[in-house]
C-alpha cells in the first residue's frame, strides 16, 4: 500500500514541475509589454483559455509546497537532539548539492548555448525575462550560489528557487514539531497553531509545506474513516474551485484535499500512476531545477534566431518543443549525476 501510496505522489509531483515549466514558458506572452511578434492562436489558447489552469505556474508551485511538506511528515519522527540535528543536516545537503549542481549545468548551458534573454528584447519586449543572465556567471558564482539561495533567498542562476530558502525552513519546523510533539492531539494543535501564525505573517510557501503536513498528520489519524465517492470525487476536483479564487489558503487547503482523495478515486489514481507521469516525477527536481536556463537558452534563443522568418504558432510551438525536449533530457542526465551523488552523501552521514 505504502509503495502504490508513493507512486502516485510521484505522479502528482511530476506534473505541478511540468505544469510550472509551461507556466513560465508561456510567461514569454504573459508577461510581455509588447509581444505581437509571437502572439497567436497557439499563445492565446494556452493562455487565455481552458488550458490556462495548466500554464498557471505560481499555481501549481503550491501544490509543489503541499507535497513537499506531506512527504516530510511521511518519515519517521525524530525522537532525540541529535536525530533532529541529523534529519536538518541531511535536508541542508538534500538541497545545497542540488543547487550548486543546478548550477554547473547553467554555466555550461551559458558557455554553450547562451542566453538570450535580454537579445530578444528587440522583438519582445518583456521585463520579466531579463531577472537574470545580465552578466557573466563564474566559478565562484557557482560556489556561492547555495548559501545565496538557501540563506539570502536570491540566486544568480534561478529564478524558481526564490522558495527554497522558506521550504528549507518549513522543513526545520516540521522535524522539530514531530521532536518536541510527543503526543498526537499536541501535534495537531501545534501545527494548526503554526499554520495560523504564518498566514498571519505572509509566508505563504511555509503555509503551503505545513498544511501539507498537516494532510499527512490527519491521514495517519482517520485511516479507518469512511468516504463516500462524491466527497473524494470532490475533493479531487476542489483545485479547480480555489484556482478562481486567486487566495494561497484556500489553494493549500485544496491541493491537501486533492492529495488526500486521490487514491480513493482509483481513475484518478491510475493517471498520476502511468508510466510517462511516473517518469516524469522521478525527474521533477530537475525538471524544476533547469527549465528557467533552459527556456532562457534553447527557447528564447529559437525565437530569436528564426523570430523573423516563421509564423508565430509554428515559432511558439517548436520553441516549446525544444524547451520540453531539452529540460528532460538534463533532467535525466541531473538525476543520474548530482541527484545520485546527494543521496551517497546523505547517506554517509551518520
Known amino acids: 500500500m505504502n509503495s502504490q501510496r508513493e507512486e502516485y505522489i510521484d505522479g502528482m509531483k511530476g506534473l505541478a514541475c511540468l505544469f510550472v515549466l509551461l507556466g513560465h514558458f508561456t510567461g514569454i506572452y504573459k508577461y510581455a509589454e509588447n509581444a505581437t511578434a509571437i502572439d497567436s492562436w497557439f499563445t492565446q489558447i494556452l493562455t487565455k483559455g481552458p488550458l490556462s489552469f495548466f500554464t498557471a505556474e505560481s499555481f501549481w508551485l503550491y501544490l509543489f509546497f503541499v507535497l513537499s511538506g506531506y512527504l516530510l511528515t511521511m518519515s519517521t519522527p525524530p525522537r532525540k537532539c541529535s536525530e533532529f540535528l541529523k534529519k536538518c543536516i541531511k535536508r541542508v545537503l538534500r538541497l545545497a548539492i542540488p543547487i550548486m549542481g543546478a548550477a554547473v549545468f547553467t554555466f555550461v548551458i551559458q558557455y554553450t548555448i547562451g542566453f538570450c534573454n535580454f537579445k530578444i528584447q528587440d522583438t519582445i519586449s518583456n521585463t520579466w525575462l531579463t531577472h537574470l543572465y545580465e552578466t557573466q556567471l563564474t566559478l565562484r558564482d557557482i560556489i556561492e550560489e547555495p548559501f545565496r539561495v538557501l540563506l539570502l533567498g536570491s540566486s544568480k542562476f534561478n529564478s524558481p528557487f526564490w522558495c527554497l530558502r522558506d521550504m528549507l525552513l518549513a522543513s526545520v519546523i516540521i522535524y522539530a514539531v514531530g521532536w518536541a510533539c510527543k503526543t498526537a492531539k499536541i501535534k495537531g494543535s501545534v501545527l494548526g497553531v503554526l499554520i495560523l501564525l504564518g498566514a498571519i505573517v505572509n509566508r505563504g510557501v511555509i503555509v503551503a509545506c505545513l498544511v501539507g503536513a498537516m494532510a499527512s498528520f490527519l ?22 474551485v480555489a484556482f478562481f479564487t486567486k487566495n494561497l489558503f484556500v489553494m493549500d487547503v485544496a491541493f491537501a484535499l486533492c492529495l488526500l482523495s486521490v487514491p480513493l478515486v482509483p481513475q484518478v489514481k491510475s493517471i498520476f500512476e502511468t508510466s510517462f ?56 542526465l541531473f538525476k543520474a549525476t548530482v541527484e545520485r551523488l546527494t543521496s551517497i552523501v546523505c547517506r554517509g552521514v551518520k
Open 277 to 332: 507521469v511516473q517518469k516524469t516525477g522521478s525527474v521533477s527536481f530537475g525538471i524544476y531545477a533547469l527549465h528557467w536556463p533552459v527556456i532562457n537558452s534553447i527557447g528564447l534563443g529559437t525565437l530569436y534566431v528564426l523570430g523573423k522568418t516563421a509564423n508565430p504558432a509554428p515559432l511558439m510551438f517548436l520553441s516549446l518543443v525544444g524547451v520540453l525536449l531539452v529540460t528532460f533530457i538534463l533532467a535525466v
Open 219 to 240: 491521514k495517519q489519524q482517520l485511516k479507518t474513516l469512511k468516504v463516500s465517492n462524491t466527497v473524494a470525487v470532490c475533493g479531487v476536483l476542489s483545485p479547480i
